[in-house]
C-alpha cells in the first residue's frame, strides 16, 4: 500500500483541480454536484462529475490520502485497465445507490470521490483481508464494521455524510474484484462470504422498509 503509479497520480490530480475549480465557482459545484432534482431533470452526468468535486480542502485532502494509501495494491493486482474499471464503476454505482435512497428527495445534494475510494478500500480488503488497517484492525474487519455503521448512518441520517454513497462503492469494488479476479473464489471464500453480508443485510432491511 502506498505506490504512487501513474494512474493514480492522473485520478487526485483530476479531483485537485476539478475541486478547486468548484471552490472558486459557486455555478460550476452547483452544475456538476450529485442532484436528484437535476438528475430528474435529465443531468446524467452529475453521476460521474460529482466524484471529483469536494466540499472544502479537507474532504479532498482526505479521500485522496486515503486513496493513495490502498490504489498500489489494488493496481498490482488488477491492472491499470481494471483498477480504472474499478474507480469508475464504484464512483457510478455510489451515486446510483444514492439516487435510489434519495429519489424522493429532490433537493438532495452530494459530492466527493468517496464512494469510489471506498471501492478500492473493499477490493484491497478482498486481496488481503487480514492487512491491517490504521495499524492494529484487520481489513476485514474494518469493512465489515464499516458497512455495518453506514447502514447505521443511513437509517438515523447522521451528520452530513452520503453513508449511502459509501456502501455503494463498496459494492462497486466488491463486484468488478471478484469479476477479475475470480480466483478469489478458491482462496478467500470464507472472506467473499463475510464481506458480502452488509450488503445483503442492507438489501433485506430496504426490503422489510427498515431504511
Do not use: C
Amino acid at each position: 500500500m502506498g505506490k504512487l503509479d501513474l494512474i493514480t497520480i492522473v485520478i487526485i490530480a483530476a479531483n485537485v483541480i476539478i475541486s478547486y475549480k468548484g471552490f472558486n465557482d459557486y455555478a460550476f459545484f452547483e452544475k456538476y454536484k450529485f442532484n436528484v432534482g437535476g438528475i430528474q431533470r435529465g443531468e446524467k452526468i452529475r453521476f460521474f462529475s460529482a466524484g471529483f468535486l469536494h466540499v472544502d480542502m479537507q474532504h479532498l485532502l482526505f479521500n485522496m490520502v486515503t486513496l493513495y494509501f490502498f490504489a498500489g495494491r489494488v493496481i498490482y493486482e488488477i491492472g491499470v485497465i481494471g483498477f480504472l474499471m474499478l474507480y469508475i464503476v464504484s464512483l457510478l454505482i455510489g451515486n446510483l445507490l444514492s439516487l435510489y435512497f434519495h429519489k424522493n428527495e429532490y433537493h438532495y445534494s452530494a459530492v466527493g470521490a468517496s464512494g469510489a475510494v471506498m471501492g478500492v478500500i473493499y477490493s484491497a480488503i478482498l486481496f488481503d483481508p487480514w492487512g491491517k488497517i490504521n495499524f492494529f484492525i484487520p481489513g476485514f474487519v474494518f469493512g465489515i464494521g464499516y458497512l455495518l455503521y453506514s447502514i447505521y448512518g443511513m437509517k438515523k441520517r447522521i451528520g452530513n455524510i452520503g453513508h449511502d454513497a459509501h456502501f455503494g462503492g463498496a459494492i462497486g469494488g466488491y463486484l468488478i474484484t471478484l469479476l477479475l479476479s475470480p480466483w478469489l473464489f478458491e482462496t478467500n471464500l470464507i472472506m467473499i462470504v463475510l464481506l458480502a453480508l452488509p450488503i445483503a443485510l442492507l438489501f433485506a432491511l430496504k426490503k422489510l422498509g427498515k431504511i
